[in-house]
């Protein structure tokens, strides 16, 4: 059956809920509502107020009463209504949750999924566009993952929820309804800490994740047939842990490597993954690694400043050309 | 409110007899733990900070007193006593504080951030008040289970001013969860006065904004906690929801052992240290008729020991080696309860 990544979203959520009874989520307006963009529509119905509970405005709260809940066995999806709202979790997240089993002597686990909607493209302005992702990519315990397809959104939630570790799962909200997939009927995962190849290709890779995946596929497909240029495209799926084989594998493969994400310039995944090349494929490359990214300016809100801010199929087409040509 | 604590009869049948002795002897254990633990520190032996709580045992001993097993418990970074009160072993917690491998957390964090989930004893973070937010999260469990167990969470006035308090006691008020909050006032956030802190006298006047009462009592006062805590944790425990306790108190010590607090004044110390705990719990038990020289003696002699074969094990216990500084980060596939075991992964997979 076709389904939007939105509904992929849900569908991970009603079935992991009923296969396991520990499992509940927890947030600002998921009940009633079902949530600001309907990713826990009817699971209030279903599974009633015990296990699907609206929260008072508390960010802190909705992390650490998660927490508190996944030491003692449960496995709570804890939703942030906007991932820009994250920073307001930020300590429970990176000092609580990320370092609870390392001072508890591997005597603890917590199994909690925090969702957070992300992304800019939407007219979102500055408080409703962000990719806060690399705040979180460098913090030892926490897993982060970042699906670009339905298929990816729902396996890999399942794969979090099932996971033992805090794990951050940034959902892009431009993706939400704007594509759709054919979904097997049942159970399926998609492993996290796994990245795929989504178009093969032997001039040039371009790694990616999330929300840009889709342009850079659309970029690829241009310059194949304009300029006869063969991209791979390889799609992160989880930022940590990085998946070092599959980029240095696509980096032996085609020597020039352009790293794409919405997510700011400085300080993006693009130079994490720029350095684990160069420090371990540097004698296949032909040419710099480069990196199409967001502008270093918050994301704003008039049209042409946000055009001007993120990434697009057209600066990726010139980035591509640029390093095809080197 | 505060209330006094209720005048107990001599004619109590034998088990509270005991009990009050066992109350006795762990207040005794706490403080000579805490003063050996600063001994230690003066000797280079413990490394790191160390936060001693002495002079606020009666508090730790009387909120831990009532609980049962499974009930969950986030200390502040002064309740060396609540490890203790939930059955860790001292040697373990001694361990800890040397960064040995035997600690809780195996050397990876200094003092009470390793916590003992398999004691009910959540570890703390820094970040105080932080985890307030847990132990609510724990209580939501509870209920969701249907367990009869409740949660505790102590706090000082200093972290009282964090979003993260409030946060949690809004939301424990609003689904009537069993958490039981206590306030450790020792007057003091580090260097700040509680004047500074806040514009009212007690932390306990919030609780009405949460929907739940507040109760102030003496901290340095064992009988006046118990009589609280024995009374208002059943309720919770009956699922009459949260409550607040407030135990007004004074540290004898800096914030850390670094510091010399010379911010205080030394006659406020004096007046405080007067209304030390133990012997007013001594006075309470000469007055019902024991023979409280005779069982000082026999209680310092085991607590003595229990505190010696603590350091011998601490002293005796290897350092970690450097490579377990990759353990323990992320859980294995398959762990999801507070007692699986140590995990090797280090890179996160799987």
Redesign the interface.
Known sequence: MEVTYIKAINSALHEEMRRDENVFVMGEDVADLGGAFKATEGLLDAFGEERVIDTPISEALIVGAGIGAAVLGMRPVVEMQFADFISCAFDQIVNMAATLRYRHGGKAACPLVIRAPSGAGVHGALFHSQNPEAWFTRVPGLKVVAPATPYDAKGILKSAIRDGNPVVYFEHKRLYRSIKEDLPEGDFTVPIGVAEIRKEGGDLSIITYGGTLGQSLDAARIVEKEDGLAVEVLDLRTLLPLDREAILATARKTGKVLVVHEDRLTGGIGGEVSAIIMENAFEFLDGPVRRVAAADAHVAFSPPLEDFILPSTNKIVDAIRSLAAY | MPETNVARGVAEPAPRVEYELQLYYWMKLIRAFEERVSRLHRQNKILGGVYSGAGQEAIVTGICAPLHDGD?VAPLHRDMGVFIMRGVDPGRLMAQLMGKGT????G??SFL??????HGV??S???LG????????????F??KKNPNV?VAFFGEGAASR??VH??M??AG?HKLRVVFVCENNRYAYSTPLEKQMAIEDVADRAVAYGFKGYVCSGNDLLAVLELSERLIAKTRAGEGPVLIECKTYRYRGHSEHDAALYRDKEELIEWQSRDPIPRFEFYLEKKGHEIKSIREQIDERVNKTVQAAVDFAESSPLPESQEAL?????????????????TSS????
């Not at chain 2, 323990?328 to 995990?343: C, E, F, L, Q, V």
Request: proline share 5%; charged share 20%; net charge negative.
């Open positions: 969950f600690g809780l957390s195996r990876k964090d951030h390793g916590g003992d989930l398999e959540f570890g973070t820094s970040m932080s985890s307030l937010p847990v132990a609510v999260g724990a209580a939501l469990k209920k969701m949660a979003g993260d946060e949690a809004n939301f609003v353990e323990d980060i992320y859980a294995p596939p398959g762990a999801s309860t507070s007692t699986n075991t140590h995990g890179n996160g997979s799987g």
